[in-house]
Every structure is written in structure tokens, then in C-alpha cells.
């Protein structure tokens, strides 16, 4: 019967929900495993039975937080639209999810990313992974004919940075008034019109035109 294994995952999921309530009370950094045990009504013996150590909860808790992200990245690397289309909905649609999340509980998102800067090989996976998928993305931009002499790492970076307000966390919260969808559709549009390797003495125009 496979009761057991879905008590023991209600109770997991019993233990998260305590440990949001005390991130939001007691911040990231400063709760214990001992005070984990406490606010779910457990002796520590039992939470240790499903997480080991603090990091093994971070990075149950990180799975949490990454899985809905990571499914608009798989599916749009999959997804049959222009390239235009699928490198703005790449970070629009993860800006509204986590606009929405910081919307519900400002308190909470904050601590969130204090427990991912306390646990941050926990997360660097996922930030790798995204870093993947985005890439994909940016190769299929080059094959229609953007970034014309440029090396897709060299792209990756770039993009990297100019994204920050639209996909880092940390800034999305100082810069929520500015991090809005009409805004990272303009910087996606001059990233590819305007980003490729400079020949001297001239001006190159875009070969694709952007859909509107």
C-alpha cells in the first residue's frame, strides 16, 4: 500500500511550511534545526529523519522555488514561436512569477534570498541550468542572424548582465517600480539589434526584422 510514502511526504511538506513560518519570524540565518523541530511539533530526532542538516532542507525548499521557473525554461526552449518571441517570454514570464511571489509576501521573498545567500551551492545548479537554457535560446538567435561576430559565451555574459534588474532577485526588489514587462521587451529588442562585434568605420544594420 503506498499510504506510508504519502504520510511521510505530507510530513515533509509539514516540516517546509514550518520552516517558512520561521524564516518570515526569525529570518533565514538565524533558526535552527532545534527550532525547525519546535514550530512543527516534532521532537528533532523525527525532522533529522527528513532532513539531515539545514542544507538538505535549503535545498528541498530550493527545489520548491525553482520548479515552476524551470518549467517556463524547458518550455520554452521547446517551444515552436519565433526567436524574438521566446527569448522575451524567457525572462517575462519568470519576472511575473516572481513579481507575484514578492507581491504575496515581501517578507518572505527577502528571506528566501537570505537562505539562498547562506546556502548558495544549494542553488548554483539551478542558476547554472538557467544559464543553459538561455544560452539555447541565444544559439537559435545567432542561426536567424543576430550577434553577428560574437562568441555565444561572450553573448551569454553580456546578456547576463543586462538582465540583472529583469531575472536577479536581489535587484528586482530595490527596482520592482522598473522592472516591468514594457521595459524588458525595449531591452530585449536592443539586445538583438544592437548587440554584435563592431566593425571599424561602420555602422551594421539588423538583417531580421523584429516582430512587433
Not at 32 to 37: G, K, N, P, V
Request: hydrophobic share 45%.
Amino acid at each position: 500500500m503506498p499510504r506510508p510514502e504519502i504520510d511521510m511526504e505530507a510530513k515533509r511538506s509539514e516540516i517546509m511550511e514550518a520552516a517558512d513560518q520561521l524564516i518570515r519570524n526569525k529570518g533565514a540565518i538565524s533558526f535552527t534545526m532545534s527550532d525547525l523541530a519546535s514550530a512543527a511539533g516534532m521532537s528533532p530526532s523525527n525532522v533529522y529523519r527528513f532532513f539531515e542538516n539545514k542544507d538538505a532542507l535549503a535545498e528541498a525548499m530550493a527545489g520548491d522555488w525553482f520548479a515552476e521557473l524551470l518549467a517556463i525554461m524547458e518550455n520554452l526552449v521547446e517551444a515552436d514561436v519565433p526567436v524574438e518571441e521566446k527569448l522575451y517570454r524567457f525572462f517575462a514570464e519568470r519576472l511575473i512569477l516572481k513579481r507575484a511571489r514578492y507581491d504575496e509576501d515581501p517578507d518572505l521573498f527577502a528571506s528566501y534570498m537570505e537562505l539562498g545567500d547562506e546556502h548558495f551551492e544549494v542553488i548554483k545548479g539551478y542558476v547554472d541550468l538557467a544559464d543553459h537554457y538561455m544560452a539555447s535560446i541565444l544559439a537559435e538567435a545567432m542561426e536567424a542572424g543576430y550577434f553577428e561576430g560574437l562568441e555565444l559565451d561572450t553573448i551569454v555574459s553580456l546578456v547576463n548582465t543586462m538582465m540583472q534588474p529583469f531575472c536577479n532577485p536581489r535587484l528586482m526588489m530595490q527596482m520592482m517600480h522598473l522592472a516591468t514587462e514594457e521595459r524588458l521587451k525595449m531591452v530585449v529588442d536592443t539586445i538583438l539589434i544592437g548587440l554584435h562585434a563592431p566593425a571599424a568605420g561602420t555602422i551594421s544594420k539588423p538583417r531580421v526584422h523584429l516582430a512587433t
